[in-house]
């Protein structure tokens, strides 16, 4: 008994696979990274995936397994730049398990459709599963999480003028969905004792002019800027953005109070 192999389409189908997996252990860890990484981190594991099959040594089964460890290794190093071994190996084992649970809800769709499909299928719709699939997952995993988060964090922006970072503790208010009407990019809202700090970097051309309702006005505006950069404290994490829009609250955050600024939650998203 043998199996034909197409080695094009078990290429795709790994560097598909290997993105869902990647996306998803970096929402489980927190960690952050570019398209681009995350793509290079993809492409690694299928090259490998592809190699290890080809290979005329022992049986497929034991060189899967036997690879399965340096190759998840591989791609978070080069996809989150991790560095500690024991924390490559911890991550690759987040990942494993996000392959398990993704793989089961595959299946379970699969099966599902089985009656319809009589049988057949095609390497389009098992990517179009494994999507449907990752989304599921990303759905829960995100609503576990969420439930376990913090609701201070800690903001830093720089301030090019002063020549240093302004620390700020802000509150993340999982119902903000205030965006910008043009880009409907996510607008975070800081104080005006904030605002005094971070004049300098408010520029005339970057200024952006945000509707808002809240209780006891039925709509108004807010001042808003695009500022270059923040960074974002996550559990012993950095979240960096660019091109954040900050808006200045004229009431409601008092100059006393706990935190300074009101994240909105998008930010926090990979």
């Known amino acids: 008994m043998y199996y034909k192999l197409y080695i094009d389409s078990v290429f795709i189908l790994q560097f598909i696979t290997n993105l869902y997996l990647l996306s998803l252990a970096g929402r489980f860890l927190r ?21 290890t099959l080809m290979l005329p040594v022992g049986s497929m089964g034991g060189r899967i397994f036997v690879s399965a460890l340096p190759v998840s290794v591989g791609m978070m190093y080069i996809t989150y730049r991790i560095h500690s071994i024991r924390k490559l190996i911890h991550s690759s084992l987040v990942m494993a398990g996000c392959g398990f649970f993704l793989g089961s809800v595959m299946i379970w769709i699969l099966n599902r459709l089985r009656v319809i499909l009589r049988g057949r299928g095609n390497l389009f719709l098992t990517i179009m599963i494994g999507y449907l699939a990752y989304r599921i997952f990303a759905a829960v995993l995100y609503k576990v999480m969420s439930k376990g988060r913090n609701s201070l964090r800690t903001v830093r922006f720089y301030v090019p003028a002063l020549a240093q970072e302004i620390r700020v503790r802000a509150f993340v ?35 952006h002019a945000v509707p808002y309702r809240s209780v006891g006005k039925d ?36 100059e006393e109070s706990v935190y300074q600024m009101i994240l909105h939650p998008r930010l926090l998203e990979n």
């Open 31 to 51: 960690c952050t990274a570019t398209h681009g990484r995350k793509c290079l981190g993809a492409v690694f594991g299928a090259v490998l995936s592809c190699l």
């Open 173 to 207: 208010d999982t119902g903000d969905h205030l965006a910008d009407p043009v880009s409907g990019a996510p607008v975070s809202v800081i104080s005006k004792k904030i605002a005094r700090c971070m004049s300098s970097c408010f520029m005339p051309e970057k200024y």
């Open 219 to 254: 709509n108004g505006i807010l001042n808003a800027y695009e500022v270059p950069e923040m960074i974002i404290e996550e559990e012993g994490q950095e979240i960096r953005r660019e091109h954040v829009i900050v808006a200045i609250c004229d009431t409601g955050i008092s």
